[in-house]
């Protein structure tokens, strides 16, 4: 069967860690890898590694913990206190409106409209850079979800 780009790498691997062990000489090694980089069959890159010992596979790095959602008001929160917040400003605002003539009352509830709209983007944004911030080992926390180490 033929071999790809990665199974040449984890044999060369292999290969650079029997000659740190001094399992192999500097003259082997050198032999050995050309040889590997030439390998076109598993049968070829078996013969490489056939008289080293096994070196056994690295223990799965533990999943760090998450980090606990950040403290404070959360987006639906935002929208839900928001929502009733212009409600409220705008109902009182007709009212006034209603009753003293439209173009009389300035629309002040639009301004309550833009506070609340850049309370609810500066949650979103300190959301966001909380989830994405890498943990302790470099793994990103929504890498981790995956399952697969983030590189």
Known sequence: MRVGDRDREVVVDGLRTAYEEGRLDLAEF???LSRAGAAGTFGEL?????DLPATPAAPPRPRPARRPAPSGMRSADVLRAG???VLVNLGYWLVLAT????????????WVVALWGLGL???ELYTKR??????ID?????????GQPST
């Open 138 to 146: 470099g793994a990103s926390p929504r890498a981790l979800d995956d």
């Open 130 to 135: 909380c989830e994405d911030r890498q943990g």
């Open 30 to 32: 050198d032999d050995r």
């Open 121 to 123: 983007l500066g949650t």
């Open 46 to 50: 078996n013969e490489l590694v056939a």
């Open 83 to 85: 929502s009733f917040v």
């Open 99 to 110: 009753d003293q003539g439209f173009d009389q009352v300035h629309p002040w509830w639009v």
